[in-house]
């Protein structure tokens, strides 16, 4: 069974960072490709990182140059560190994965609230 | 990388059929079959019902179909049941392989 469980999140200052984790079981993280989404309260979804098999990373443009995705295939866990943050980065932050260009396992989530 | 553009709402009666539109460009939805939804009740994690267009993950009622034409594609939900209330959202594998959400549709059974 796919399971996929976030940590992380808590009350961080504007201009602070912060380290996501998603610790997974069932399969491997390493042979799948391996997302950041993230919901602010109240609002939709919002795609924000992926990591692929291979390595290759990309990025939404509100986050780009300032979070950072990787992953460390011997904890099977996929990571998230974000900089710079700011008050619109609030949000709960899940990670999620599939077998192509879908998204069919997700976390639970964590939340992020950035505020002073 | 612009949101797809949902409905906000949509509404329909017990047993009736809806449709959800998710409109968006060359460069996501008409460019690639990686269009796939999900169904989020309050306060839960969303779950996937559609992925590359029309195909349903095991479990998924056969009431939820999906398609597209162009830039646009739908959700339909046929014989609405009162546990259908939820968000909805779109979304496509995009270019510069990124992938890009819809802005949501609360749909009220």
């Known amino acids: 069974e796919v399971q996929l469980v976030e940590s992380g999140g808590g009350l961080i200052q504007p201009g602070g960072s912060l380290r996501l984790s998603c610790a997974a079981s069932g399969f491997s993280i390493s042979a799948n490709f391996m997302n950041w989404v993230r919901q602010a309260p109240g609002k939709g979804l919002e795609w924000v990182s992926v990591?692929?098999?291979?390595?290759?990373?990309y990025y939404a443009d509100p986050v780009r140059g300032r979070f950072t995705i990787s992953r460390d295939n011997s904890k099977n866990t996929l990571y998230l560190q974000m900089s710079s943050l700011r008050a619109e980065d609030t949000a709960v932050y899940y990670c999620?994965?599939?077998?192509?260009?879908?998204?069919?396992?997700w976390g639970q989530g964590t939340l992020v609230t950035v505020s002073s | 990388q612009s949101a797809l553009t949902q409905p906000a709402s949509v509404s329909g009666s017990p047993g009736q059929s809806i449709t959800i539109s998710c409109t968006g460009s060359?460069?996501?939805?008409?460019?690639?079959?990686?269009v796939s939804w999900h169904q989020q009740h309050p306060g839960k994690v969303p779950k996937l019902i559609i992925y590359?267009?029309?195909n349903r993950p095991s479990g998924v009622s056969n009431r939820f179909s999906g398609s597209k034409s162009g830039n646009t594609a739908s959700l339909t939900i046929s014989g609405l049941q009162t546990d259908d209330e939820a968000d909805y959202y779109c979304?496509?594998?995009?270019?510069?392989?990124?992938?890009?959400f819809g802005t949501g549709t609360k749909v009220t059974v």
């Open positions: 999620a994965t599939g077998g192509g260009n879908y998204l069919e396992d």
């Open positions: 990591i692929y098999r291979g390595g290759s990373t």
């Open positions: 979304s496509s594998y995009a270019s510069s392989s990124t992938l890009v």
């Open positions: 060359s460069r996501d939805v008409g460019g690639y079959a990686y």
């Open positions: 590359d267009v029309s």
